[in-house]
């Protein structure tokens, strides 16, 4: 863990801060900033083609290239923390997840889903996120966006 405490009136200098900076990338970690409609915390994210975050989703093979999950809720046009690490592992209180079944993206933008079929049966792209290891943890492992077939 990294912790830097700043006390009112002292400066924190370029090379401290580039250097929590570089720590914080080493660890999987990336500031981009939130496009259109903003971004919640434990959204599932992709990057736009004009270098912004949105919510990735199952529907196409564009918003179906997940780079990471949202570690904060911004407004669009502010910068957001994406957490890009590959077997780091993400807790968020309000999932209810099937422990030791794969967690997949699914069709509502920025969300999860536990049931593959219904994204095979609708024809939609399968991207497996990770696996739950409680109800309320993924250890993340993105993989690339595949085609369903019906």
Same mark, same amino acid.
């Not at 959204?43 to 564009?62: E, M, R, W």
């Not at 968020?92 to 509502?108: C, F, M, P, R």
């Not at 109800?135 to 993105?142: F, G, L, N, V």
């Given at each position: 863990? %990294?912790? %830097? /405490?700043?006390?009112? *009136?002292?400066?924190? $200098?370029?090379?401290?801060y580039?250097?929590?900076?570089? /720590? &914080?990338?080493?660890?999987? !970690?990336?500031? &981009?900033?939130? *496009?259109?409609?903003?971004?919640?915390q434990y959204? !599932?994210v $992709?990057? #736009?083609?004009?270098?912004? @975050?949105?919510?990735?989703?199952?529907?196409?093979?564009t918003?179906a290239?997940?780079v990471?999950?949202a570690?904060?809720?911004?407004?669009?046009?502010?910068?957001?923390?994406?957490n890009?690490? /590959?077997? *780091? @592992? =993400?807790?968020?209180? +309000?999932?209810?997840?099937?422990?030791?079944?794969d967690? $997949?993206l #699914?069709?509502?933008?920025g969300? %999860?889903?536990?049931? @593959?079929? #219904?994204? %095979?049966?609708?024809?939609? $792209? &399968?991207?497996?996120?990770? &696996?739950?290891?409680?109800?309320?943890? @993924?250890?993340?492992? =993105?993989? #690339?966006?595949?085609?369903? +077939?019906?």
């Amino acid at each position: 863990m %990294i912790t %830097i /405490d700043v006390v009112a *009136g002292n400066a924190i $200098y370029a090379s401290e801060y580039n250097n929590l900076r570089d /720590d &914080i990338a080493a660890l999987g !970690f990336v500031q &981009i900033t939130a *496009g259109a409609g903003g971004i919640t915390q434990y959204d !599932f994210v $992709y990057v #736009s083609a004009s270098d912004t @975050i949105l919510k990735a989703d199952a529907d196409t093979l564009t918003t179906a290239r997940v780079v990471g999950v949202a570690t904060e809720t911004k407004a669009v046009g502010n910068a957001t923390w994406v957490n890009c690490s /590959d077997g *780091g @592992i =993400i807790t968020n209180a +309000g999932w209810a997840l099937t422990a030791g079944q794969d967690v $997949y993206l #699914s069709t509502v933008a920025g969300g %999860i889903t536990q049931d @593959i079929g #219904s994204l %095979i049966r609708a024809g939609k $792209y &399968i991207v497996k996120l990770g &696996i739950a290891i409680t109800a309320t943890k @993924i250890k993340m492992r =993105i993989e #690339s966006p595949t085609q369903s +077939g019906l």
